[in-house]
């Protein structure tokens, strides 16, 4: 079924200039880039992004990442796409990542780990209406 799901290019990727490097996997994955902005997150849109994890020992870490440098958000949409982007991004750890993924290729660390993708259906649609209106998205 054709999906929406949303992306992350997070500030380790951005700093280092791989945003072009990042879209080439996705894009090879055969997702449709249908929305891109680079912005720079407020602690607000942070905390609000990563509400779930509140109670982590990571959190503030997690939120002093997000907002230490400017991040690409993306609306990815293909064939299952939610799923397929998970695939391309590769395990949370980059050490667990498979070959070829994004987070093997690139990701620095567990916290450093290059980008974010939805890990729903339900939390893609969350997660898409928190930075995009619809006109911005062009399928
Ligand atoms: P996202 O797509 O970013 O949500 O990653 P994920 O779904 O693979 O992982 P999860 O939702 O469990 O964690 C969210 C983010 O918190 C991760 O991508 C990391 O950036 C960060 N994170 C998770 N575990 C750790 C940890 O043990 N230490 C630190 N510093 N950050 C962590
Ligand atoms: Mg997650």
Redesign the pocket.
Known sequence: MTERTFS?I?PDATRRNLTGAINALIEGAGLRIVAQRRIRMTREQAEDF?D??RE???YG??VE??TSAPVVVQVLEGPDAVARY?AV?G???PAQAEEGTI?KLHAL?????S?????SLENAKIEIAQFFDEDDIVG
Do not use: C, Q, W
């Open positions: 992350i997070k990563y779930v994890h982590r020992p990571f870490e997690l990442f997000m998970r991004m395990a949370t750890n987070r660390s567990v916290g450093e780990n980008v974010h993708g939805s890990d």
